[in-house]
């Protein structure tokens, strides 16, 4: 018997490893969280789920940056397994 997939079957999930700073560590209680995301998603993407969690982050989505493994990305970058994406957003102090 041959078993066929849908097309949406066939992309595969991907783990990235998201690094939270000022705000968003605050809001999390945390500096680092694991995510399960589908193949295709950009850095954007992730920025919009964790608002769906805390919807007051919203306020910071245009004043915050984006980096994918060390380097700046723009918002549309799609994301590969095993990134480590960093959100931040500005900060103050001395």
């Given at each position: 018997m041959i078993y066929e997939r849908d097309s949406e079957d066939i992309s595969e999930d991907?783990?990235?490893?998201?690094?939270?700073?000022?705000?968003?560590?605050?809001?999390?209680?945390?500096?680092?969280?694991q995510m399960h995301l589908k193949s295709g998603t950009s850095v954007s993407e992730v920025f919009d789920r964790l608002v769906s969690q805390h919807g007051n982050l919203e306020q910071?989505?245009?004043?915050?940056?984006?980096?994918?493994?060390?380097?700046?990305?723009?918002?549309?970058?799609?994301?590969?397994?095993?990134?480590?994406?960093?959100l931040i957003p500005p900060v103050s102090g001395g």
């Open positions: 991907i783990q990235v490893t998201v690094k939270l700073f000022a705000i968003f560590q605050e809001v999390f209680a945390t500096d680092e969280m910071w989505r245009s004043l915050t940056r984006y980096a994918i493994n060390l380097n700046f990305a723009e918002p549309h970058t799609i994301l590969n397994h095993g990134d480590e994406v960093a």
